[in-house]
């Protein structure tokens, strides 16, 4: 199989090694991709929503499989582009359809979906332009804190947890009336606060039957003991000791298989990866919210705990047999430390020398994030650098391990947590 792989972070570098290893893989070609990307297949300089310059690299390289990394591609549509396009109707997209994508590309759109089909949720009310006072006197008497989220996508940063009404209000008005995330906030959500320890949960589907992937974990705040600015996310543990046996039996009948059967009730084209945010409540599951793509630093525990020939289970999805497949996971436990550059997520600097990064091993690989190579070096090209994923009989000694590397990798301005996994540590 030829395939093309869209996106250059530490997940697609991720995904991308996990499909150079199956037997199924012809060519591997990722656009844009990064320093790390290359050294699995052949990075292409071309735009993951330029569907044109797509099509074309499609044709002229006999591609058999397109897999979006980021929501970007999906939530433009790039499924309903190639099955209106004749030349490309034969090459599956391994992701949803544009409705489908709403379930990430719209908070509202996604908490309305919940709402029918009884999947358990933070109650909520959206606001926008037309009804803003009545939003402001809706924030006035709300509990607190108060979570206030963009409806649109926003880079990860369109959520606020405000502690006060002030707080609350004048964010509020800095999303709605200063468009502080864009047309992302045209419409902002609402939500209640709810209180627990959150997971990733991740399902694979052909939008009838799924496989459930091994679970995760993220650490968003840029300082250890969870301090400071959100960010994209600053590492993950798989598994994730409280989702036993019990609780995963709950998520399963009153999150994914709901919202699988909600997807083929309402007649939405959903291919590839599901991602629930969850949050867990007192031993229940709470849906944060949905994502149409794997999630990242996730995906950099996932794919290397997961023992499927990944392009085996995408072929399954495509010839309508997902049903057929057993997921199968290694038994260690893996942890992903991520190295950022200084400042990040506010502003930073890039085109670092970086060295020290060490070969892959059985039990170790450094995901590249946000790289690029120029000639014999590897310069920084990203807020998120590089990715360390270590897998150990227990989550103390892959953390300790991944922390071990981070500190022989140098670059200018490095930062990195060193407690990603603290509660079960």
Not at 198 to 206: I, R
Not at 307 to 314: Q, S
Request: hydrophobic content about 40%; proline content about 4%; aromatic content about 8%.
């Amino acid at each position: 199989m030829n395939i093309l792989l869209l996106g250059s972070g530490g997940r697609e570098h991720a995904l991308a090694l996990k499909m150079s290893q199956s037997t199924l893989c012809g060519h591997l070609f990722i656009a844009p991709g990064n320093a790390g990307t290359a050294q699995c297949g052949t990075n292409v300089n071309m735009g993951v929503s330029d569907f044109e310059k797509i099509k074309a690299f499609c044709l002229e390289n006999a591609i058999d499989l397109v897999l979006p990394g980021s929501e970007e591609a999906l939530v433009n549509g790039i499924y309903d582009y190639f099955k209106s396009e004749p030349a490309l109707q034969h090459i599956p997209v391994m992701g949803p359809s544009k409705e489908g994508a709403q379930l990430e590309g719209s908070k509202a759109y996604a908490k309305l979906f919940m709402q029918r089909h009884h999947i358990p949720t933070a109650a909520y009310q959206e606001f926008n332009a037309d009804n803003y006072e009545a939003g402001v006197a809706y924030l006035q008497q709300h509990s607190l804190p108060i979570v206030l989220k963009a409806d649109g996508l926003a880079a990860g940063k369109g959520v606020v947890i405000a502690t006060s009404h002030e707080e609350a209000l004048a964010e509020f008005e800095q999303m709605i009336k200063s468009a502080k995330f864009g047309d992302a906030s045209k419409t902002v959500v609402v939500e209640q606060f709810l209180t627990g320890i959150e997971l990733s949960v991740f399902a694979l589907t052909d939008g009838h039957s799924y496989q459930i992937l091994p679970e995760a974990k993220d650490y968003k705040r840029i300082g250890e003991g969870d301090q400071g600015l959100n960010t994209g996310g600053m590492g993950a543990v798989s598994p994730v000791p409280f989702a036993d046996a019990a609780f995963m039996k709950k998520v399963e009948d009153q999150v994914i298989r709901p919202t699988i059967e909600g997807l083929s009730k309402e007649g939405i084209v959903y291919y590839g990866f599901v991602f629930f945010g969850l949050i867990n409540v007192g031993g229940e599951p709470f849906v944060i919210e949905y994502n149409c793509r794997m999630g990242d630093p996730e995906t950099e525990v996932v794919m290397p705990r997961l023992k499927n020939d990944l392009l085996e289970l995408f072929n399954a999805v495509t010839a309508g047999k997902l049903s057929e497949q057993t997921i199968y996971a290694d038994a260690r436990a893996a942890s992903t430390v991520m190295l950022v550059s200084k400042g990040y997520p506010e502003a930073y600097e890039k085109n670092k020398v970086i060295s020290g990064i060490p070969a892959p091993t059985h039990d170790q690989v450094v995901f590249h994030a946000g790289t690029r190579q120029d000639g014999a070096n590897v310069l920084s090209n990203g807020g998120r650098v590089l990715s360390v994923t270590s897998l150990a009989a227990d989550l103390s000694l892959a953390l300790a391990h991944s922390v071990q590397t981070a500190e022989q990798i140098s670059f200018e301005g490095k930062v990195y947590r060193r407690d990603i996994g603290y509660e079960f540590i």
